[in-house]
């Protein structure tokens, strides 16, 4: 079956800093890939998704890259701010069936 | 999303006892998901229906049943077979069944044991 690999599984950033979360996948079939943040004890929300055709997105401070000759994508958040804190999981689907990867908690440290 | 709802939203289970986790959707999307997702760990699919009276099993399907009777419901059954069914359940739709669309998720119900 599909494999999504997440890293890092935590990170840890100083307010106003970069993060980057990294998510490979195994397969070539996968289309779209979306991007969600959790915070505890609440559901998945949907913050960012780019499909196959293309090959970077952006929406304020967040974008997301792709690269299907290599498999990976990637979330990028610049500027980070405290309420950017939460567990953030990437995603692809392939044969209609959504794989997420593992998680990265997020820390931002004011 | 408020078009998708999840009951109860904490639930006890006891030894050999089956329970049934509600799943309700007034988006009028076709397809439904479940899934389950343990402390620290992602998401992991246990069953999904693209159509009524229509289903099929994720990566987790032993000791869990579920029906599609009906366009907007979806309930999900965590028989005595599940011997670890302690854990966080989310719902999922979707508009259509094209592997390109973005899932709503319900506010989730957290199952324990007794």
């Not at chain 2, 246990?46 to 979806?74: C, L, P, T």
Request: with cysteine; charged share 20%; hydrophobic share 30%.
């Amino acid at each position: 079956g599909e494999n999504v690999e997440q890293h890092p599984s935590t990170l840890s950033v100083q307010e106003g800093d970069s993060a980057v979360i990294k998510c490979t996948y195994s397969d070539s079939a996968s289309n779209y890939f979306p991007w969600y943040k959790q915070e505890l004890g609440k559901r998945p929300q949907l913050i960012i998704d780019i499909r196959s055709n293309v090959g970077e997105k952006k929406d304020q401070r967040i974008a997301v890259t792709l690269n299907k000759t290599a498999k990976h994508f990637s979330l990028h958040i610049t500027e980070t701010q405290p309420e950017d804190s939460a567990v953030y999981f990437c995603a692809d689907i392939a044969g209609n069936m959504l794989t997420f990867g593992g998680g990265t908690r997020l820390m931002v440290k004011p | 999303d408020g078009g998708i709802t999840q009951s109860p939203k904490y639930l006890f289970r006891k030894e050999g006892q089956n329970v049934t986790l509600s799943c309700e959707q007034n988006l009028n999307h076709d397809a439904m998901y479940w899934y389950r997702q343990d402390p620290g760990q992602g998401l992991r699919l246990i069953y999904y229906s693209q159509i009524v009276n229509d289903f099929q099993k994720g990566d987790i399907a032993e000791g869990y049943s579920v029906s599609r009777e009906k366009k907007e419901s979806f309930p999900l059954t965590v028989t005595s077979a599940q011997k670890n069914p302690t854990a966080f359940y989310l719902c999922a739709s979707t508009p259509g069944t094209a592997s390109n669309q973005p899932q709503h998720f319900g506010d989730g119900t957290r199952l324990s044991i007794l």
